[in-house]
């Protein structure tokens, strides 16, 4: 079977580092070879601009967010991603381009089509294999947020962004249903993660 690409997305406080602990321990007992990566980071270039990006102190223009984020894409793309599917490796990867609609544009209300097209200039017809949207009503994640660090200078937003972020994840889920599963994060931890174990054995067969 070809290596997959799969990413986890969904906002903040959703439980995606969480999970991914979970689908770390899968791959290792089904011994299926696996990196992890985040974005943006995973490249050295990409860890600087997410310093950049996150950083409540940095002031940008939506457009320029946006662009900063396909520039991460792009070198995590072309340094990470192809390089360990090519060999056969699957990668698995904390937010990818459904967040950049997700923020840029449901949030900060860029277009969606000015973000497709520069998702078409930076990755083709690339998508990935599967995506798994951690889902969990605003109340609960801007909770969760709060109770667990500091804020970033996404999380620093009203709660309406937040609104429109999580529409934005659950449109797109919704419009293709064959290559996302929306999972509800607002259940104790060990039952979502039963949940991603049986999807895993579905997508790999198992
Ligand atoms: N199912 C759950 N039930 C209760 N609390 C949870 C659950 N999943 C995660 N949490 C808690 O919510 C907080 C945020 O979780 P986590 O950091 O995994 O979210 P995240 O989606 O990675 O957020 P971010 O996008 O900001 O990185 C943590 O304190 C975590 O322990
Ligand atoms: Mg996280």
Not at 10 to 33: C, H, M, R, S
Not at 43 to 54: D, H, N
Not at 144 to 150: F, L, N, P, Q
């Amino acid at each position: 079977m070809a290596a997959k690409f799969i990413t986890l997305d969904g906002i903040d406080g959703a439980g995606k580092t969480t999970q991914l602990n979970v689908i770390q321990e899968w791959f290792t007992a089904q011994q299926l070879p696996v990196v992890f990566t985040r974005e943006p980071g995973s490249t050295p270039l990409g860890e600087q601009l997410r310093e950049i990006v996150l950083n409540p102190a940095s002031k940008m223009t939506p457009k320029a967010e946006t662009l900063l984020m396909f520039t991460a894409r792009q070198q995590h793309l072309d340094d990470v991603v192809f390089p360990n599917l090519n060999k056969g490796i699957n990668v698995v990867c904390d937010r990818f381009t459904d967040a950049t609609f997700a923020y840029q544009g449901g949030g900060r209300g860029l277009p969606y089509a000015q973000i497709a097209a520069l998702e078409q200039w930076v990755q083709g017809d690339f998508q990935p294999d599967f995506t798994l949207i951690l889902d969990v009503p605003l109340e609960v994640a801007l909770q969760r947020i709060e109770r667990s660090r500091e804020k970033d200078r996404f999380e620093q937003e009203p709660a309406e962004f937040y609104r429109a972020v999580r529409e934005t994840y659950l449109q797109r889920a919704a419009s293709q249903p064959q290559r996302y599963a929306v999972l509800n994060s607002n259940r104790e931890k060990e039952v979502v993660r039963q949940d991603i174990f049986n999807l895993l054995n579905q997508l790999f067969e198992r």
